[in-house]
């Protein structure tokens, strides 16, 4: 996942709350399959570091309806959409796309005033870029050493 592509730009400008109802929003669709995987959390703790937002206990405590709620203080639509991208990668990190995943994720888009299509292109390409780095280690004939 750490090969995405981040625009920190935006990240790093985005207001307090911004950022906290972003984070929150990520560790809440991280848990809502019933367990949160390591590369998640890994995802989610590099994103904090790099936004500079602490990573608060209390954002994997709330629900996704408060989580739809608050997403409508994110008011800047590039910012938006790069939550929409993290929600999907996150959400294709186990190659198992759940259901409550994928409404979470479209309920959180409708509450930003997201199309479905633009979902459905940021979709499509963070899977096109999953195939890319899978032909990449291919090609390349990258294997994993033991203990990574």
């Known amino acids: 996942m750490s090969e995405y592509k981040r625009n920190n730009e935006y990240l790093q400008q985005a207001r307090q709350e911004e950022k906290e109802v972003f984070l929150s929003t990520l560790c809440t ?6 367990k949160i995987k390591p590369e998640e959390m890994r995802f ?5 570091q790099e936004m500079r937002q602490e990573l608060e206990p209390q954002f994997f405590t709330y629900t996704p309806e408060l989580c739809i709620n608050k997403v409508s203080n994110i008011t800047e639509r590039r910012l938006s959409l790069e939550l929409i991208k993290d929600m999907l990668i996150i959400a294709y990190t ?6 409550s995943e994928g ?3 479209c309920s959180i888009g409708d ?3 997201i199309e479905p299509q633009k979902i459905g292109e940021i979709s499509s390409w963070i899977i096109d870029h999953i195939i890319w780095l899978e032909q990449e280690a291919l090609i390349f004939e990258e294997t994993k050493h033991k203990g990574e």
Do not use: P
């Open 29 to 34: 669709l991280a848990q809502i399959d019933g």
């Open 44 to 48: 989610i703790e590099t994103l904090s």
């Open 94 to 99: 186990d190659n198992d796309f759940s259901d």
């Open 103 to 105: 409404h979470f994720i």
């Open 111 to 113: 509450s930003l005033g």
